[in-house]
């Protein structure tokens, strides 16, 4: 097996397209536990590590450009302001060490359906993008083009990881997450939920139900229009009960999940539905006392 | 007490009166603690030879299934393989077994359960014997799984786990071993009429595993002299070499264990897992042969806790005094007997609870049936049926309208009280003064809603929930185990202690085969030498085969026994040493004892510095150590004196529900126990601790998920235990009643709280929610309906 350790980002561009089967490894908290398991003998390994600007973020206008292997424990520290249902997915990770060494890019790079991060940046919005660069060139691939199915994502073989791009919140975010025990477990389903005021839209992404995490696009729709119609942006009033319910159920009904050891596909509807519920009620009321304490 | 003696009256004796503050009683630091928690702690696995060899097994992908043939000639043919061996190459007996040898050391044409070992590869590098193994080709004829009671106990329809000509235990069918028992009246319609109230409930307990954190692993190396040396991380040496001896063909001299660095058991190594593989290879190779399982292998190669099924029938007046209770304890004992008749009796005996009953009947079994082997887990037997009773015990409470802890006082055992099994229980058992303990503790504050922190709720930093539909709930429960081995074993402890001057002070060594898994004894017996020999200085040997047995490190009884034989021995050592001086000097005083480095009497003084008198000589002396003897239970009615000791503990938990989500945070978990005397208060309140959080484990996440006779869950990813945001605050309240029977009048710990602390917490989740939960571990489909 190779092992190769490129010091910037274009020897690692140029290495990737000489050995398009060589497998990164940025914090290497999934690429380990899949050699340990035997499921990988990858010709070779590719190391990101030494590549410092990758373990980096900037904020560029409205969007924060995150580097590919900035870990969990500093989104958590450094960028719960801008990217509030981030931060709270990241807080949901594994263990203090495993927060310290996994990343976005790692696990957009595993794209198991029950990632944390997913969900977060599915509900970010439609400007969420996945740069992607091999030495052919760069592109921005949407975050909703970027899963592809159980584990797979739209990367090319010569491509790698280099950043996510998401706008700065301009509204509350939240993040829940079912596991049967309360640390260190890996999603049963989850739930990511953000208001998007300026756009006037709404946000869903649903980890572990489904082959790949994916939005509530319906529940979004709905969403929209009920706060559209009824001026809530606005008025900041009360959802009601009715919608609420609604919007959970529209959740749930997005999600197609199996029944597999760690859950009922039964059980997955029905937490999604009080996720639903419960994170959009957090996020409304947020949002409304802060439309009443500027009116 | 002798752990507290102190002489009185002479003024010149004040300094040296007092007794080590490391003796018994005190809670001087662990040896290994500290080691251990720097990580520098060498376990069996980090065992290193030169020019060693690393073993493996093939496993079976399949629960039941005949081998049609067995193919190794392209494992061979790995360069770096040393050796591929089957059944065929054993040299002696194929069989093993704890008790009854029905288990084949590697698989002999057929396949019980999902994971079976069929064939061993040797080779210079992990990597080349697991390539090795993937080269060996099985031929199966897979056949259809024996696993549920249905299928068990109808072998004409569905087969037969072992064949009948094959039956090596007591047992037919797929019955391994059952035991009957019958008191009073039994169970009768007249019996029953007796009753106001009757409650019937079905429960049932999930397979738990012992999820020790050092997978099994050890060191074989061959001798000159045709043996085998075997570092191995182990609960009793001399069964395994018991065990181990028939099967490699040798002399039991001949197989001498050491043993390792254990990372836990909690029962889970009390069968042998990879040791008759490794000396195979050993021996067949010539070379030192490791094995180390990974994790995935670690949950196949070692025995579970036996998943229950029970049926409860229990009658009382409208006052609440118990009339009758009629049990059916349904054990599902997987492919191999292992401790199955041991579960079975402990089921069968301790299964009505620690209440007085008049009229019993009950019956407890074991399967056998393709799903992975079950044997010792921690407080085997008892667990399952603690569920049971105690569940009941909490209907019976509703039905009546009546408090669940006073239900239980009133039907409490206490000392002088007679068991179902005819068996008086003639040492304390403050059974409803440990309720009544529990019940008096301060309950945590209420959950604060003004100021949530999500880490204290349901799901914690998962965030589902800033208050929305938690519930809280409160439970208790109580529970009984025996301590020791029952049934007329004599799990004897042998233990040596030397005496001699080493640097100018006395010290004492001592050498015993006990397996210290974690449990303290080490510390514990160092303690012991100290207060019987009045030193400081206490090395302790290293445990192995060298010297005669310790029994097992389980059954809550490794301080009772082998700390009682460290008493004996040091005893011994102590009258030898006085008999020298009296000897020498020609004292007659009748109350010479040893203190603080000296020989001492209260009428004499300062009698002689034991450096003075012990000079160049050492005193080396062995003793054992039997606890009183108990009988077998009569197979039909159950009587009989069968166990050693009683211990009892009582809980309460306050837990925070999620109703709607179904999520479950144990807010508190407290334990009254009564421990006899605790050597060690600190190692006492650790067990407790670990005890409660096992049991909170199986309450509410712990379980083994088979499916057709096929693991689905073995890995640390999927085999969830309790972390620290799961464990709650457990405060633990400790009665010292000493036992008349019992060395310095100590109780068993270990396994008490393990038993009790798990339907507490059912209890508190029924209490919050009102449902019937009649299953654990309690899973969040059960609290939500979307099973
Ligand atoms: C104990 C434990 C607990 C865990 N708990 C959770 C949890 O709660 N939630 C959760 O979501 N995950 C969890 N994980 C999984 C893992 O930590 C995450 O998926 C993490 O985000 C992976 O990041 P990493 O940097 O370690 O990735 P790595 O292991 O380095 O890589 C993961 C994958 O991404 C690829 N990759 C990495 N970087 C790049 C790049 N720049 N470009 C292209 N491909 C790339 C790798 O080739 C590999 O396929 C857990 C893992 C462990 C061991």
Redesign the interface.
């Known amino acids: 097996m190779e092992f190769l350790r490129p010091a910037t980002w274009d020897e690692a561009l140029a290495a990737k397209a000489e050995y398009p089967t060589a497998l990164p490894i940025s914090g290497g908290t999934d690429v380990m536990v899949e050699m340990n398991f035997d499921v990988h003998r990858p010709s070779a390994i590719l190391d990101l590590n030494r590549i410092g600007d990758l373990a980096t973020w900037s904020i560029d206008g409205d969007t924060v450009r995150l580097g590919a292997a900035v870990p969990y424990s500093r989104i958590i520290d450094e960028l719960s302001g801008p990217l509030p249902g981030l931060a709270l997915a990241a807080h949901t990770v594994g263990s203090p060490q495993i927060r310290n060494r996994g990343s976005v890019g790692g696990n957009l790079g595993a794209a198991s359906p029950a990632g944390d991060s997913h969900p977060a940046l599915l509900a970010a919005g439609r400007d969420v993008f996945v740069e992607a660069a091999s030495v052919r060139g760069t592109r921005l691939i949407p975050i909703d083009d970027f899963y592809t199915g159980v584990k797979r994502n739209s990367l090319e073989a010569d491509e790698l990881i280099r950043a996510v791009h998401i706008p700065v919140a301009d509204g509350p975010q939240q993040f829940s997450k079912i596991g049967t025990r309360n640390a260190m477990v890996i999603a049963v389903c989850a739930f990511g939920f953000a208001l998007h005021p300026k756009s006037r839209t709404v946000g869903t992404g649903i980890g572990s139900a489904a082959p790949t995490p994916r939005r509530a696009v319906e529940a979004e729709e709905y969403l929209r229009g009920v706060l559209a119609e009824r001026g809530l942006w606005e008025s900041g009033d009360l959802l009601g009960t009715e919608v609420i319910q609604r919007f959970g159920e529209l959740v749930r009904d997005a999600a197609s999940p199996i029944d597999d050891v760690r859950g009922t596909a039964d059980y997955r509807k029905h937490a999604l539905a009080v996720m639903a519920r419960r994170t959009l009620t957090w996020t409304w009321n947020d949002y409304s006392k802060q439309i009443r304490s500027a009116a | 007490m002798s752990g507290t003696r102190t002489i009185q009256g002479q003024k010149n004796l004040q300094n040296i009166h007092q007794a080590s503050k490391d003796g018994i009683g005190g809670s001087p630091l662990r040896p290994d603690g500290t080691l251990k928690v720097k990580g520098e702690f060498a376990y069996s696995s980090d065992m290193w030879h030169e020019d060693m060899l690393w073993g493996m097994a093939l496993r079976s992908p399949h629960p039941r299934a005949n081998i049609l043939s067995v193919d190794i000639s392209e494992a061979l043919k790995v360069p770096g393989v040393y050796a591929v061996l089957t059944h065929e190459d054993i040299p002696g007996s194929k069989y093993y077994g704890l008790e009854i040898q029905d288990q084949p050391a590697l698989a002999i044409d057929k396949v019980r359960y999902h994971g079976e070992a069929i064939a061993l590869v040797a080779a210079d590098h992990p990597e080349t014997a697991?390539r090795a193994v993937k080269k060996i080709k099985v031929e199966y004829e897979v056949l259809t799984p024996i696993t549920t009671e249905e299928q068990c106990l109808d072998p004409e329809t569905y087969g037969y786990v072992h064949e009948p000509h094959e039956y090596k235990s007591h047992g037919s069918g797929n019955i391994c071993h059952s035991q009957k028992l019958v008191s009073g009246g039994g169970v009768t319609d007249e019996i029953r009429a007796l009753a106001d109230v009757i409650v019937k409930g079905t429960y049932e307990v999930g397979m738990q595993d012992q999820a020790f954190l050092g997978p099994e692993s050890g060191l074989a190396v061959p001798a000159e002299d045709g043996g085998v040396d075997l570092y191995i991380a182990t609960q009793w040496l001399h069964v395994d070499r018991q065990q181990m001896a028939p099967v490699l063909a040798l002399p039991e001299e001949k197989v001498r264990l050491t043993l390792a660095g254990v990372g836990g058991a909690f029962g889970g190594r009390e069968d042998l897992s990879m040791q008759i593989h490794a000396c195979l290879l050993a021996l067949h190779t010539g070379k030192p042969v490791k094995i180390v399982y990974?994790r995935?292998e670690s949950f196949f190669g070692h025995v579970h806790r036996h998943p229950a099924r029970m049926t409860y029938e229990h009658g009382a007046t409208r006052d609440g005094k118990l009339v009758f209770a009629d049990c059916r304890i349904v054990l599902d004992g997987g492919a191999y007997a292992s401790a199955s008749p041991a579960v079975v009796g402990n089921a069968a005996s301790l299964g009505h609870g620690p209440y007085v009953i008049p009229n019993v009947r009950m019956e407890a079994i074991a399967l056998y049936s393709n799903n992975p082997s079950c044997g010792a887990m921690r407080g085997f037997g008892a667990v399952q049926a603690c569920f049971g009773y105690e569940s009941q015990m909490d209907k019976l409470a509703a039905e009546l309208g009546m408090d669940p802890v006073e239900l239980r006082q009133i039907n409490a055992v206490t000392q002088g009280d007679f068991m179902p099994t005819g068996q008086e229980i003639d040492a304390p058992a403050p059974v409803a003064e440990l309720l009544q303990r529990v019940k008096d503790m301060p309950l945590p504050p209420p959950l604060d809603l003004e100021n949530l922190d999500v880490r204290t709720l349901?799901?914690?930093?998962?965030?589902?929930?800033?208050g929305?539909?938690i519930v809280r709930g409160i439970g208790y429960s109580v529970g009984i185990k025996n301590v020791g081995f029952s049934e007329g074993f004599d799990d004897y402890s042998t233990a040596r202690v030397r005496l001699e001057v080493i640097g100018g002070e006395p010290v004492a060594m001592v050498h015993t085969a006990m397996a210290e898994v974690g449990q303290g004894g080490v510390t514990v017996h160092a303690q012991i030498a100290r207060t019987e020999l009045g030193v400081e200085q206490v090395t302790i040997h290293p445990a192995n085969t060298e010297v005669g047995s310790a029994g097992s490190t389980s059954a809550s009884r490794q301080t009772y026994m082998t700390g009682g034989a460290v008493k004996l021995a040091a005893e011994a050592v102590k009258q030898a040493l006085i008999e020298k001086g009296r000897r020498r000097y020609g004292w007659e005083h009748k109350d010479i004892t040893l203190v603080g480095g000296k020989v001492v009497s209260e009428t004499g003084g300062v009698l002689v510095p034991m450096v003075d008198l012990l000079g160049d000589e050492a005193i080396d002396l062995t003793r054992e150590h039997h606890h009183r003897p108990t009988v077998p239970f009569d197979k039909e009615t159950g009587q009989g004196f069968g166990h050693v000791q009683y211990t009892f503990c009582a809980n309460r938990a306050v837990v925070d529900v999620d109703v709607?989500?179904?999520?479950v945070?144990v807010v508190e978990l407290t334990a009254a126990q009564d421990v006899g005397k605790a050597l060690n208060p600190l190692s006492v309140v650790g067990q407790i601790q670990g005890g409660c959080t096992q049991a909170l484990g199986l309450a509410?996440?712990e379980e083994i998920?088979v499916k057709d006779g096929k693991v689905?869950?073995a890995s640390f990813?999927?085999y969830?235990i309790?972390?620290?945001?799961?464990t709650p605050p457990i405060p633990v309240d400790m009665l010292e009643l000493p036992d008349p029977h019992a060395p310095y009048g100590l109780r068993g710990v270990g396994e008490a709280p393990t038993v009790s602390a798990t339907p507490s917490i059912v209890a508190a989740i029924r209490n919050a929610t009102g449902l019937a939960l009649n299953r654990v571990p309690v899973?969040?489909?059960h609290l939500?309906g979307?099973?």
Not at chain 2, 660 to 663: F, K, P, S
Not at chain 2, 722 to 726: E, G, V
């Open positions: 697991r990974s995935d349901p799901g914690a930093l998962s965030n589902t929930s800033h929305e539909g709607e989500l179904g999520l945070k509410v996440m998920v689905r869950n990813t999927d969830l309790p972390t620290i945001l799961d899973r969040p489909e939500t979307t099973l």
